[in-house]
Structures are given as C-alpha cells and as structure tokens.
C-alpha cells in the first residue's frame, strides 16, 4: 500500500492524544480532524472524495453500551454502519498484546447524546458502543481497509457523572493504540494466498473426532475422553462443549463410565486398567498408529531390540514403547543410535512415530542402517500418508512464499513439523492456533503468504485466516495441490450404524 494511514479523529483533544502516540519510525500517518457530530463527519467524508489517502483509521471517544464495559476500553468494530471491518479480530488481538483491554463488536452511529434508556435499547439490539460520526467516515474509506477503533469514555452506569475521569482513560486507550495502529497499516495491501494441498483433518483425525460425536449421540453426557482426542484446541473445546469431558488419566473417570482413548492410542497397561475398571472403551487409536504398535509386538517376539525414532513424551511414543517395553528403546538423534546397546546387533529393528519430520526420521534411520547393517525397517512407512503429504506439499508452497502460516495446535507433532519443514527451506513460518495468532508485524512487506493446516486443524481455521487476511486489503487465493487423498477409516463397532 503506497498511500499512506489516514487517522480520522473527530475533536482536537482526540487528534492531539492519537498524534502523541504515532511513531516516527513506524509507517506513516496523517491525522485528520473530522469534527464533532453527525454532520461535520458527514461533510468531512464528502471532503475525503478528493483525496489520496491508504488504510483509513478511524479513532475517538465513544459511550459503552453494555454493563461490563469500563472506561478507557477499546472497542474495535466489526460492523459500522453498513460498512463492515474485516480486519477487526487481528486488530483486536494486536492490541491485547499491546496490554489494552480490547472488545470488537457493532458500534453504532447516532446523531445525538444517548441517555441511559437508550443505551439499553442499543445494547439489547447487539450494538457495543455508539458514537457520532463513524459511520459517514466509515463509508467514505471506500473498500479500503479500514478499522474503527473508540475509546470508551463513559459507560451505563456512569453516563455523565464519570464523563471527564473516563474520558482521560480513553484518551490514553487511544494514544497507546497509535502504534498498534500503525503497524496494522503497514500490514495492509494486496497480497496473494497459495494453499498447500492436502492440507487439515487426515482420515485418523475425521475418525476420532466422529467417534467421540457418535458416542455422545447414543450414550449422552458426559463421554470421557482420555487425552486430547486430537492435538487441537479447537477441536478439544468444540467436543467439551457438547459433553465430552478431557481426562489426563483413567482415574479420572468414575467406574463404569464410557471412555474413548485418543487418536494417539495407549499402552496395554493403560488398556488393562479399563478393562480392570469395568469401563465401556470406545477406541479412537488411528488404524496406523495400531499398525506400528502390532509392528513392535511382533518384532519384540522375535527377540529383535525396537529402536523407536520418536519424541520423548508424545503421547504415540509413550503409547508404542508400552507395547514392549522390554525390547523397545526410544531412540530421537543419530546420536541416540551410538550409544544403543542391543542384545543382539544382528536383530536390531527400526519403527517410528506416525508424525515425524521426514527429514530428521531419515537421518535417523540412516545412521541406525550405518551402524546395524542388517536392521529390519518397518514392512511400510510408519510416518503416515497424512504427515507425508502436508510436508511436501507445504515445501512445494514455501518456495514460492514470503512467509507460511501453518493452522495447528502447539502440541500437534504434525502442525510443528510442517513450521519446521516451510523453515527447512529458507521461508519463515509460524503456527498459529487461529487467525487472532496472526502478529501484524509479520506481514509488513509480504506480498506472498502460503497457508496450511496440520492434520488435527480444522478446516474452519483455514478459512477464518483467509477471511482475517482479506481484511487487509485485496486478496487472491491460489492452491497448489501435491496429490489428493481419499483415505477413510472404518469406525469401531460399538458406534458403527
Ligand atoms: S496423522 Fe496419520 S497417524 Fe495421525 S491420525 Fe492422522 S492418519 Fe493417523
């Protein structure tokens, strides 16, 4: 975006607060006095027809309508007048980490002083504040992208009475924004979307989650489910919403309750204490974690050592070394591979977590093939098609990308994995668990943002990032598919129709 920020403030005091906060260093920004009221911001909109100007801010005072605002708390409209704000959520967020207390929501614009009744009746149709001139304003921006940002300086409870100690409130919410204000505007502009393909929920993942939905279904709340079904905020607090209760260890579970265990299977042990228990399992272990458990069973029978290639700690390692724990050891390194010290280094075999870093698992296996020239290799690839299929295709988008964005928990082995591989390649890339993840700083100068989603994140991420990045300005969104998928898992039978 050539044309610089553009800052209507209705009232001196207002300009003069926000003008304190500008930075010299940041993007440039002009403030505009707009005046006060219905009328002086319906001219000066007229007036704005002839000029030039980027990003249009809009910024000032405003009275709170509902109870739980407080004075000098920001509220970042998502819809002004018929204008609506798309880039409010990331704004929002910007700012909370700035430290300022922050809420989005529908501002509305009146041509008069609202009193108390009135306030409520505003508040009851979902308005959360109400000024007197940023609707004419917000129109004048004419598609460009645009925020509006009021400082609340009087609220229900304090209409007048507080008008002059929460008006000084507001203006220091308003300086502080300065800023942050300029940074959204030098994160504007057009820019270009590429979508790795596959990206999101693997056929393991769908499994799981439509496990833990059926089981609500027929047995009702509370389902308990041991660990996060998947490795995703999202998904864990849409599922507890609907009656699933995220248990860390069986005996959290009362007798004879439902339990479903996670897509990341569990350890016999874990598996006897159910049954010991008397508790009706549903179990939700991927196909292709259960594989590589059978893999370490049947090796571990003929007298083989197990060099698991994994992550300490990762629920799937812990679950997989359960299996034979005699005979298993974790190996995360090449170095890890000499200090092994088998029974037998002629009946030495290899199996790995489902999610690993194709790159890392190779090296791995390389230097367990140097050193045990006779090592069994799994009968089939133990990282799975789903994490295969993400990290070459976000490779493929990274190379013609300024930055990635990978949709994905912090705890999802797959989602991290593909921040390292975009990394691997040169491309920075960050994981964010939605768009209000999204620091504006990283986009100043990015023309080119390459998107995906880790096997245990929702599509629905993806799409709220696309729309939070429309919001600052034209965007163009592309897909570059590696392969397609069409991978399905069987359900257990105790939810089968
Ligand atoms: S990432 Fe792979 S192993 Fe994990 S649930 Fe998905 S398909 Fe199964």
């Not at 440039?28 to 000029?51: C, D, F, I």
């Not at 929501?105 to 306030?119: A, F, N, S």
């Not at 290639?309 to 812990?318: N, P, R, S, Y």
Request: glycine share 10%.
């Amino acid at each position: 975006m050539t044309d610089p920020l553009l800052i209507c403030a209705p009232m001196r005091i207002e300009a003069r607060a926000i003008r304190r906060g500008l930075r010299s260093s940041a993007s440039p920004a002009e403030v505009l006095r707009t005046g006060y009221g219905t009328t002086r911001a319906t001219q000066a909109a007229k007036n704005m027809s002839h000029a030039s100007f980027g990003p249009v801010a809009i910024m000032g005072v405003g009275a709170g309508l509902t109870d739980d605002l407080k004075p000098g708390d920001l509220v970042i409209g998502t819809n002004v007048g018929d204008v609506t704000c798309g880039s409010a959520l990331l704004l929002a967020a910007e700012l909370e980490r700035a430290g300022l207390r922050v809420r989005t929501g529908r501002i509305t614009t009146v041509d008069h002083l609202v009193r108390r009744p009135e306030r409520a009746a505003l508040a009851a149709q979902g308005y959360l504040l109400a000024d007197m001139e940023s609707a004419p304003l917000a129109a004048a921006a004419g598609g460009r992208p645009l925020t509006v940002i009021r400082a609340v300086s009087d609220t229900p409870d304090r209409p007048l009475a507080g008008i002059v100690s929460g008006g000084l409130a507001a203006l220091r919410s308003l300086r502080a924004a300065a800023p942050v204000v300029q940074r959204w505007a030098a994160a504007c502009g057009t820019r270009q979307v590429l979508l790795a393909g596959p990206r999101s929920f693997c056929a393991g993942v769908e499994r799981a989650i439509e496990i833990v939905e059926r089981t609500l279904e027929r047995r009702g709340q509370p389902v308990y489910v041991r660990k996060q079904i998947v490795h995703n905020t999202r998904v864990v607090g849409d599922l507890e919403s609907r009656g699933a209760v995220f248990v860390d260890e069986l005996d959290q579970v009362p007798d004879g309750a439902t339990v479903v265990f996670s897509a990341h299977g569990v350890s016999p042990m874990v598996r006897e204490e159910a049954a010991r228990r008397q508790l009706a399992v549903i179990d939700a272990t991927c196909p292709l974690v259960s594989k590589v458990h059978a893999e370490a069973r049947r090796f571990a029978a003929d007298g083989y050592t197990v060099a698991l290639i994994g992550h300490a700690g990762h629920e799937e390692v812990e679950g997989t070394l359960g299996e034979a724990p005699a005979s298993t050891v974790l190996v995360q390194t090449p170095e890890d591979v000499a200090g092994l010290r088998p029974r037998d280094g002629e009946r030495v075999a290899y199996l790995m977590q489902t999610t690993l870093s194709l790159d890392e698992a190779a090296q791995v296996s390389g230097a367990l093939r140097e050193r045990f020239p006779a090592v069994r290799a799994p009968g089939s690839d133990d990282i799975c098609y789903a994490t295969t299929n993400r990290q070459v295709a976000v490779r493929a988008v990274a190379a013609e990308s300024d930055l990635v964005l990978v949709a994905g928990s912090a705890n999802s082995s797959n989602s991290v994995r593909l921040v390292e591989a975009c990394e691997r390649t040169g491309t920075p890339a960050y994981l964010i668990d939605s768009a209000t993840d999204i620091e504006l700083g990283w986009l100043s100068g990015v023309s080119t943002v390459g998107l995906t989603a880790g096997a245990s994140a929702p599509p629905a991420v993806v799409e709220e990032i696309i729309s939070a990045l429309a919001g600052l300005g034209p965007l163009s969104v592309s897909e570059r598919v590696t392969t397609t998928e069409s991978i399905r898992f069987g359900l257990p039978k105790e939810v089968r129709q």
